[in-house]
């Protein structure tokens, strides 16, 4: 008997977790192996292939064993010829990320002759933002590895523009997608020219404390009395904790834009009296001046 092939639409994945596949005699005439993972945190996607020499085994029955009470069944499809299953699926709300260790399939083999060859030849897994779940493999198993990873996600700035000296609300939303608890720097900037290093304004600084598997919104006030007219970028960058390898999230930069910074009614009339005044003066020297040469040419015979 061969396992039939059901087909579904490709989705995507990047993921990765843990997994494990024992081999057990299910009786004197199948193998069968059981597909675990092993210790993850946060799986709500996942990919794998199971490979096995097709000239010694037969796979004649696999039973998907998801652990989310919703979810979706992208591939679960048998190539014969090449002696590879593929599973892939994923999470759909409103069922959480999965934590812990479970069965995800088990698989029946009719063996011909010969060694029983069935490994995992591919695994991928993701958290419910399609993050990469590390793991390494150990034989049949994939183990998880806990890692230390934060990012900046998302900064608003409110108002979108304001008077020299008015307050500017920035928000940043800052995540700990890693495996511990981390303590790390946060810093906002706006600058008027994202092509020139050095001349950027420090908004505000700030240290936090996150969970693992966390999120947090920061709230950065932005005291603009000596800041330039103008528009400003505003970025954020994360200082990078100890361990950290996907350091790419780290830094937002040009994130959000505030249109400009505008004098003051008052200062700009000020300013346009001291022109008027300026200009009058400048005319006025011009009137006299022009009156002296004219009295000196006249009444010069």
């Known amino acids: 008997m061969r396992y039939p092939v059901v087909l579904l639409t490709v989705i995507s ?19 069968k192996a059981e597909i675990i993972f092993d210790n993850v945190f946060g799986l709500y996607g996942f990919e794998l292939k199971v490979a096995y020499d097709p ?10 064993q998801l652990p989310w009470t919703f979810y979706h069944i992208v591939k679960n499809e048998l190539d014969e010829q090449k002696g590879v299953y593929r599973l892939v699926a994923v999470a759909l709300p409103p069922s959480s990320p999965y934590s812990g260790t479970t069965k995800v399939a088990e698989l029946v083999f009719l063996p ?29 198993i994939l183990r998880g590895i806990p890692v230390h990873d934060v990012a900046a996600k998302k900064v608003l700035a409110c108002p979108r523009s304001a008077y020299q000296g008015d307050p500017i609300t920035v928000s940043v939303e800052v995540e700990n997608q890693g495996d511990f608890e981390e303590t790390f720097d946060v ?6 020219d994202g ?9 505000g600084e700030k240290t936090v404390s996150m969970l693992p598997k966390s999120t947090m919104w920061l709230t950065f006030i932005w005291d603009t009395t000596w800041a330039p007219y103008g528009g400003y970028y505003i970025s954020v960058k994360l200082s990078i904790v100890s361990g950290e390898n996907d350091v790419s999230d780290n830094f937002l930069d ?21 022109a008027q005044v300026f200009l009058t003066s400048i005319l ?18």
């Not at 994945?13 to 193998?31: C, D, K, R, V």
């Open 187 to 192: 810093a906002v900037y706006a600058d008027q």
């Open 55 to 64: 000239n010694t085994l037969d796979l004649v029955a696999v039973t998907p």
């Open 13 to 31: 994945l990047m993921f990765m977790l843990t997994l494990t596949l024992p081999i057990t005699h299910g009786s004197e005439e199948n193998i």
């Open 195 to 203: 092509s020139v290093i050095g001349d950027e304004i420090v908004v």
């Open 284 to 301: 006025g020297l011009a009137i006299f001046a022009g009156a002296f040469c004219v009295k000196n040419y006249w009444f010069s015979c």
């Open 254 to 274: 040009k994130a959000d834009y505030v249109g400009g910074i505008y004098p003051r009614p008052h200062v700009r009339r000020n300013a346009e009296i001291l």
């Open 112 to 140: 011909f002759a010969g060694a029983a060859d069935i490994h995992i030849a591919e695994a991928k897994l993701v958290d419910k933002n399609g993050n990469s779940i590390p793991f390494k493999v150990d034989g049949l």
